[in-house]
């Protein structure tokens, strides 16, 4: 179980840039903050989130006179997988696959891991039950999204994107995800994620049905 959270939350773009600075050894919330360009309270929040996972862990430094420092670890469970070979190996694997099965064959394999993704939705369920269902699976897939709502739309926005290395070269990884969110819904979804920030965020808009 440890190793499944680790895997959701790794994905996400700025905790897996503190896990990855926290792998080279332990660093105090000031020489994150470096690192990241964050505000204090900002890597504390992601912080406490890897804490609560089990992911990482609070030590105290101790430099002679003054206050010591707390530093913040990896734990054993964490150190075991490797953030950045998640995005080689899928980026490495997306290339290869249209490379040689070519694009209209690439489609059809992402639609159908979207198809799967999804999985069985009972479309006579009410809306708000479909989207409580929609989000709780954004969830398990690392994509931690807050609802807006709009006259004809509800705005789905993520602060951070599980796959922030990845959206940019491979946009279609956007609209992936996308069509799950629409198979689960039963509506139209469109994509209006931030891919050129240095972060990418999720942002998708999905059409209200009449009887909302």
Partial sequence: MAHNRWF???????????????RSGPATISELVQVLGLSANAVRVHLAALERDG???????????????HVYRLTVDATSLSPK?????????????????GEAA???????????????????APFETRLAGTLDLLAALGADVTVERREDSIELLGSDCPLAKL???????????????ARRLGVEVADCCQRA?????????ARLPSAA
């Fill in 8 to 22: 959701r939350r790794i994905l996400a773009g700025t905790r897996g840039q503190i896990a990855a600075r926290l």
């Fill in 55 to 69: 992911l990482v862990e609070q030590d105290i430094r101790r430099q002679g006179v003054g206050k010591p420092a």
């Fill in 85 to 101: 070979a998640y995005d080689l190996v899928l980026g490495t694997l997306l290339d290869a696959v249209r490379e040689s099965a």
């Fill in 106 to 124: 690439y489609n059809a394999s992402l639609d159908a891991v979207a198809r799967r993704l999804a999985g069985s939705v009972d479309n006579d």
């Fill in 167 to 181: 959206v940019g070269p491979h946009p279609e990884l956007c609209r992936l995800l996308a069509s799950v969110i």
């Fill in 197 to 205: 920030s240095e972060l990418p965020h999720c942002h998708f808009r």
